[in-house]
Nanobody, 123 residues
Framework: VQLQASGGGLVQPGGSLRLSCAASGRTFGSYVMGWFRQALGKEREFVAAISRSAYTTNYADSVKGRFTISRDNAKNTVYLQMNSLKAEDTAVYFC?????????????????WGQGTQVTVSS
């Protein structure tokens, strides 16, 4: 599967952005999908994941209550709605796909990666 992330940009603190990740192929619904981010000089970290059917979602503590992951299997797309953005959310955001059915929490749990999209939170 090939993944293409989009929707990043510059936003003021407290603002919102919605990231999208479009997948190629007709088996999108068979993948657990995740979002990760990597700030300058830091390791890539888990942000959120969603199960194949969207029944289960998981979030990093740092974004819980502010970010929402969702998916539309008919459109082969996963989303990350980001609200109440903070300066510390500034990073390159990556989407990833996992073949196994269980939630993946680390980079090694995912099999396919998209290119990143830059999110900058600044006044």
């Amino acid at each position: 599967v090939q993944l293409q992330a989009s929707g990043g940009g510059l936003v003021q603190p407290g603002g919102s952005l919605r990231l999208s990740c479009a997948a190629s192929g007709r088996t999108f619904g068979s993948y657990v999908m995740g979002w990760f981010r990597q700030a300058l000089g830091k390791e890539r970290e888990f942000v959120a994941a969603i199960s194949r059917s969207a029944y289960t979602t998981n979030y990093a503590d740092s974004v819980k209550g502010r970010f929402t992951i969702s998916r539309d299997n008919a459109k082969n797309t996963v989303y990350l709605q980001m609200n109440s953005l903070k300066a510390e959310d500034t990073a390159v955001y990556f989407c990833a796909a996992r073949e196994r059915a269980t939630t993946g929490w680390t980079m090694k749990d995912y099999d396919y990666w998209g290119q990143g999209t830059q999110v900058t939170v600044s006044s």
